[in-house]
């Protein structure tokens, strides 16, 4: 069959056309002329973005890559910020974005497979076709929700500044004190052993918009998903023990057993993740909660104890545990008062 008679093919170029302004009609070499650099800064930023090396003699570029490069090598020539720094930038873009059209794109799918009771590869099929049509409204949605999330962000750098007030910081501590909290799925291995790939499917996806919906609606952050598991962070410690006991309710009543943990500390944010013995520790304490329940350490159950809301929650000692790589660790039980 020829490329004109290709139906996939030809929604292909659509999208290309769409997206990219036309297929692509330069090599490395050529684009590397035409943004004005080595071909190593080229190949550099294409592998920032996530991509793979291409063959020199292949024609895979367009005035749209060339665009996108230049304007960024400007504003490092001109010192608006470093190499290095504009290497994060396209990085955190390039994986955050293959994150983002992946979800997009499995969501429609599966809406296809549901609404039109079609097959997988039917229904990415009928997605394929749909996609001209829909990224405009998909862009449009990006744009707008990267302002609404850069706001919010720099509202909590406003507010963690004020809170420092005429405090000069100390360079040995992180540099964020936040609520850090896990939540993992009961027997997840076994549970998802049983399950055909549509009903596996159905679970992972009711378990994260699930807890992604709890977490935001109690005013937390959810930091990343990790197949059964989801880490958030929260401002203050009482929005983060709220959050993980709403999370053990609303799990429980959809029958899926949870459990969780809770520990306020400092912690270090980059790339999207967050870092700090705190981590380590809360997700330790999830490990060996049992099902249902919310552990803390000692001293944020402390610290829960004397703010504010305390009277909301009861707190329990259990059992001290011995946890490698941490030592001794006094777990306290977290809960709702009823």
Same mark, same amino acid.
């Given at each position: 069959?020829?490329?004109?008679?290709?139906?996939?093919?030809?929604?292909?170029?659509?999208?290309?056309?769409?997206?990219?302004?036309?297929?692509?009609?330069?090599?490395?070499?050529?684009?590397?002329?035409?943004?004005?650099?080595?071909?190593?800064?080229?190949?550099?930023?294409?592998?920032?973005?996530?991509?793979?090396?291409?063959?020199?003699?292949?024609?895979?570029?367009?005035?749209?890559?060339?665009?996108?490069?230049?304007?960024?090598?400007?504003?490092?020539?001109?010192?608006?910020?470093?190499?290095?720094?504009?290497?994060?930038?396209?990085?955190?873009?390039?994986?955050?974005?293959?994150?983002?059209? @992946? &979800?997009?794109?499995?969501?429609?799918?599966?809406?296809?497979?549901?609404?039109?009771?079609?097959?997988?590869?039917?229904?990415?099929?009928?997605?394929?076709?749909?996609?001209?049509?829909?990224?405009?409204?998909?862009?449009?949605?990006?744009?707008?929700?990267?302002?609404?999330?850069?706001?919010?962000?720099?509202?909590?750098?406003?507010?963690?500044?004020?809170?420092?007030?005429?405090?000069?910081?100390?360079?040995?501590?992180?540099?964020?004190?936040?609520?850090?909290?896990?939540?993992?799925?009961?027997?997840?291995?076994?549970?998802?052993?049983?399950?055909?790939?549509?009903?596996?499917?159905?679970?992972?996806?009711?378990?994260?918009?699930?807890?992604?919906?709890?977490?935001?609606?109690?005013?937390?952050?959810?930091?990343?998903?990790?197949?059964?598991?989801?880490?958030?962070?929260?401002?203050? @410690?009482?929005?983060? +023990?709220?959050?993980?006991?709403?999370?053990?309710?609303?799990?429980?009543?959809?029958?899926?057993?949870?459990?969780?943990?809770?520990?306020?500390?400092?912690?270090?944010?980059?790339?999207?993740?967050?870092? =700090?013995? +705190?981590?380590?520790?809360?997700?330790?304490?999830?490990?060996?909660?049992?099902?249902?329940?919310?552990?803390?350490?000692?001293?944020?159950?402390? @610290?829960?104890?004397? =703010?504010?809301?305390?009277?909301?929650?009861?707190?329990?000692?259990?059992? &001290?545990?011995?946890?490698?790589?941490?030592?001794?660790?006094?777990?306290?039980?977290?809960?709702?008062?009823?």
């Amino acid at each position: 069959m020829s490329e004109r008679n290709d139906p996939d093919l030809s929604t292909l170029r659509r999208h290309e056309e769409r997206l990219l302004g036309g297929p692509g009609v330069m090599t490395v070499a050529e684009f590397a002329a035409a943004a004005e650099v080595p071909e190593h800064v080229v190949r550099t930023y294409w592998r920032a973005l996530g991509f793979a090396d291409v063959p020199a003699a292949e024609h895979w570029f367009t005035d749209a890559d060339v665009t996108a490069l230049r304007s960024l090598v400007d504003v490092v020539t001109e010192g608006g910020m470093s190499l290095t720094t504009a290497q994060d930038l396209v990085r955190a873009l390039g994986h955050s974005m293959d994150r983002l059209v @992946l &979800w997009q794109v499995e969501a429609l799918v599966q809406d296809a497979s549901t609404r039109f009771e079609l097959d997988d590869v039917s229904a990415r099929l009928v997605v394929l076709d749909r996609l001209v049509e829909l990224s405009p409204l998909l862009r449009e949605q990006l744009d707008y929700a990267w302002r609404r999330q850069l706001a919010a962000l720099l509202g909590r750098i406003d507010k963690d500044v004020s809170q420092l007030g005429n405090e000069t910081p100390d360079p040995g501590q992180l540099p964020l004190e936040r609520a850090v909290g896990f939540i993992d799925i009961v027997s997840y291995t076994t549970r998802a052993a049983d399950l055909d790939p549509a009903a596996l499917a159905t679970l992972v996806q009711d378990f994260e918009t699930a807890a992604r919906d709890v977490v935001a609606q109690t005013g937390g952050r959810v930091v990343k998903t990790i197949g059964d598991a989801v880490l958030f962070v929260a401002d203050d @410690l009482f929005t983060g +023990v709220q959050v993980a006991t709403d999370l053990v309710t609303t799990m429980e009543a959809r029958d899926l057993p949870v459990r969780g943990s809770v520990v306020w500390g400092r912690v270090l944010s980059r790339s999207g993740d967050i870092f =700090g013995p +705190v981590v380590n520790l809360a997700s330790r304490l999830t490990d060996i909660a049992g099902p249902g329940t919310v552990l803390m350490d000692d001293v944020s159950a402390a @610290l829960l104890e004397g =703010g504010p809301g305390a009277r909301d929650f009861t707190l329990e000692p259990v059992d &001290w545990q011995s946890v490698p790589g941490l030592g001794e660790v006094h777990p306290v039980r977290v809960a709702r008062t009823v």
